[in-house]
């Protein structure tokens, strides 16, 4: 059984820094890929960014130069520093993983909260 366990989620002023962590476990086959994803209120979950086991990354245009993955392949951990935060950014982040048979599985979501 894998386990994201997300964490780092918070209230942060506009144009400031947050870290979210993700830790992955239970699973029986290497993690290609891991990824976030957010949900903003009355929206679809969206990829944020993702970055496969060699360290190719992808990101959304809207976080592209603000926000940057990253990962630990010995720890099962992703990261995600975010800066510049907008109030648009305030979601529930959610941890995404692909192993080597092409499962996927989610975390639980943090929150992050852009807010004066």
């Known amino acids: 059984q894998v386990q994201l366990v997300e964490s780092g989620g918070d209230l942060v002023q506009p144009g400031g820094s947050l870290s979210l962590s993700c830790a992955a476990s239970g699973s029986r086959f290497s993690i290609n890929t891991m990824g976030w994803y957010r949900q903003r209120p009355g929206n679809q979950r969206e990829l944020v960014a993702k970055i496969t086991r060699t360290g190719i990354t992808n990101y959304a245009d809207s976080v592209k130069g603000r926000f940057t993955i990253s990962r630990d392949n010995a720890k099962n951990m992703a990261y995600l520093q975010m800066n510049s935060l907008k109030p648009e950014d305030m979601a529930v982040y959610y941890c995404?993983?692909?192993?080597?048979?092409?499962?996927?599985?989610w975390g639980q979501g943090t929150q992050v909260t852009v807010s004066s």
């Open positions: 995404n993983i692909q192993d080597a048979l092409g499962r996927t599985s």
